[in-house]
């Protein structure tokens, strides 16, 4: 019965090219998405207005002014006195102040020689917005820890992402996102919708077995997947410049493992889901949460509360996101992320057996 | 060959303590056309999944096309058509398009496939409507073009559910002209549907009341057991006794 396979492949094919805007949709949201991430949105700070506070404009001061001002991420915007930091910053005409005491040059000098001194630079911070507060202060610190010996006190150096980026951040996160929406949600869309019209019906009436009905389902949903994924990696490697000096073929081959976790994560939602819209709010709720919040796309995982942190175990972008993240900007090869990989295989086996039965157990 | 196509023997179905169908038990002869009536909620439905192997029986035994419908489900699905009350193409696809993918669904040749799906089209004057897509196409054609389907791989039984719901007077006697057509070239169809007048076509018909076959026979010896004008009044007087609402 290969002939009957064939025809049902053919069909999903004409279903998904007949609906263009939906497949527009699909091919765009990976393209718009890591472009935003990209470049539009950025956890980076730039542009950070500093006044200063110097009661003695020594030589120490200057030079530590003038290392500010050459400084792409801060607009150093003059001098102003004491009294004048709480309305400038309540103002938000800046968003940080830097104050050095008059007697600067000494204590540094005091520091230099190896005596215990107090702090000769306070750091005055706009914190309504936390991330960038957080980020101005260590910008700040790494500025102004200028001169050569509190240099050789503290060094730190940024591996892999030299220049920090965050959109090297971004693009596991969004491959792992771009998946489950297009397998998982479409997927199941596609299978409640023909139990809503009526078809699925006239389907299981006839000889075709129902595993086949849905794996002639998955195919074009899959293909699709791969050329989201061509794109994605094309887009991150020549437009982001993502280093992926670990070889593409890890990253390759971890992402049709993902692919085959999210199209039976479809399956199940579709055993769940009566109609189309619950089945795209199910997609939503529960599994595009989970990935935003917990995977680790936006938020380390590392910072969430204890219970969110084992809740993010189950969640199969977590896996996905580390792993990727690893060999795109590490550059380390698929071996280096057995775990992940283990753990994906895993959970794809377990949603396979358990969506197939639920999805047989359904047809009675 | 057997002359009998659908035969059931005290087929029960019970969903927990209701009993949905409740022993019920008959014969369709080759060629019949086979009404199958009984109230929303009487078992319609759910004996006619029995038939089709989408669902197994609790209890009781019966064979269709041969085979046993406790044991042989996949081979009945390739011996019948199947035909529900709401439409079931796909409206996103041409009408040959359809035809095609139902063809290659039964295995279907490449060879057969373009000679019946020709033929098929010719037949239902669709010939110029080959490249249309099916969700353009009235509903009563739409119909038709379903039943036309529901056949093209010369199943022995055909099941129509409902099959002329929500269609006009006219679509429904050209509708009823196909199944008198199917059923002189030997096709079996089995059929329920709500209306009364469709009911006086049938070769003979059922009326189920509660689960359980209350009546069996032509429309005419019902009607003089009845002592009635129409089957619209047998039916009344039969469905007047039922338990079960809605």
């Known amino acids: ?364 | 060959m057997s002359d009998i196509v659908i035969s059931v023997q005290e087929l029960t179905k019970c969903f927990g303590d209701f009993a949905a169908v409740d022993h019920i038990s008959f014969d369709v002869r080759r060629g019949e056309i086979f009404g199958f009536l009984g109230a929303n909620g009487a078992g319609k439905t759910t004996a006619m999944r029995m038939l089709c192997g989408l669902s197994y029986p609790t209890s009781g035994s019966g064979t269709v096309a041969g085979f046993d419908i406790t044991k042989e489900g996949e081979q009945i699905k390739r011996h019948i058509g199947y035909m529900s009350q709401r439409f079931s193409l796909y409206n996103d696809l041409t009408v040959w398009e359809n035809i095609n993918l139902f063809a290659g669904i039964y295995g279907l040749s490449k060879a057969d496939t373009e000679s019946r799906a020709t033929e098929l089209l010719e037949r239902l004057n669709f010939t110029s409507e080959r490249n249309t897509l099916v969700g353009s196409l009235p509903l009563g054609w739409k119909q038709k073009l379903s039943f036309a389907i529901a056949t093209i791989h010369r199943p022995e039984v055909v099941f129509l559910d409902e099959p002329t719901g929500g269609v006009d007077p006219i679509t429904r006697r050209q509708f009823w002209e196909m199944i008198y057509e199917a059923a002189d070239g030997g096709t079996t169809i089995f059929v329920t549907t709500h209306y009364m007048d469709e009911a006086e076509y049938c070769s003979r018909v059922s009326i189920m009341v509660d689960g359980k076959v209350c009546a069996l026979d032509t429309p005419a010896r019902l009607k003089q057991q009845f002592a009635a004008e129409s089957m619209d009044e047998v039916f009344r007087t039969l469905a007047r006794g039922a338990q079960r609402g809605e």
Not at chain 1, 54 to 70: F, I
Not at chain 1, 115 to 142: E, K
Not at chain 1, 185 to 205: A, H, W, Y
Not at chain 1, 294 to 315: D, T
Request: overall charge positive; some cysteine; charged content about 15%.
């Open chain 1, 1 to 364: 019965m290969k002939g009957n396979f064939l025809s049902f492949v053919k069909k999903e094919s004409l279903h998904i090219l007949r609906d263009k805007r939906t497949m527009l949709v699909v091919m765009l949201i990976p393209v718009v998405l890591m472009v935003l991430f990209g470049f539009a949105i950025s956890t980076e700070v730039n542009n950070i207005n500093v006044a200063v506070v110097a009661p003695g404009r020594t030589d120490g001061v200057e030079d530590a002014v003038n290392r500010l001002v050459a400084n792409d991420y801060f607009t150093f915007k003059g001098y102003i006195s004491q009294d004048q930091i709480d309305s400038k910053l309540r103002s938000g005409e800046v968003g940080a102040v830097v104050c050095f005491t008059s007697d600067y040059d000494r204590r540094v000098a005091q520091v230099e020689a190896g005596i215990q001194s107090s702090p000769v630079i306070q750091v005055v911070v706009d914190a309504a917005n936390v991330n960038t507060a957080g980020a101005a202060t260590a910008y700040l610190q790494g500025v102004l820890l200028g001169s050569a010996s509190q240099q050789a006190m503290f060094e730190s150096r940024m591996l892999f992402n030299p220049q920090m980026k965050s959109a090297y951040n971004f693009v596991p996160g969004i491959m792992g996102l771009i998946f489950i929406l297009v397998c998982a949600m479409m997927t199941s869309v596609s299978i409640v919708r023909e139990r809503e019209v009526g078809t699925m019906e006239v389907l299981l009436v006839s000889p075709v077995r129902p595993v086949k009905i849905i794996f002639a389902k998955m195919i074009p949903y899959f293909v699709i997947s791969c050329v989201v994924l061509t794109s994605t990696l094309l887009l991150a490697r020549f437009l982001l410049g993502v280093p992926m000096s670990g070889g593409v073929s890890g990253i390759v081959a971890i992402s049709l493992l993902y692919l085959v976790l999210a199209l039976s994560l479809g399956l199940l939602v579709s055993t769940i889901a009566k109609t189309q819209v619950a089945a795209l709010l199910v997609s939503a709720v529960v599994m595009m949460m989970p990935i935003l919040m917990l995977s680790g796309m936006l938020f380390p995982i590392e910072n969430l509360p204890k219970f969110f942190q084992v809740v993010s175990n189950i969640v199969p972008a977590r896996w996905y996101i580390d792993a990727t993240r690893k060999m795109m900007i590490q550059g380390v090869p698929l071996v280096a992320v057995w775990k992940d990989f283990v753990i994906l295989l895993g959970m794809t086996v377990i949603l396979i057996i358990v969506s197939l039965k639920k999805f047989n157990d359904k047809l009675e």
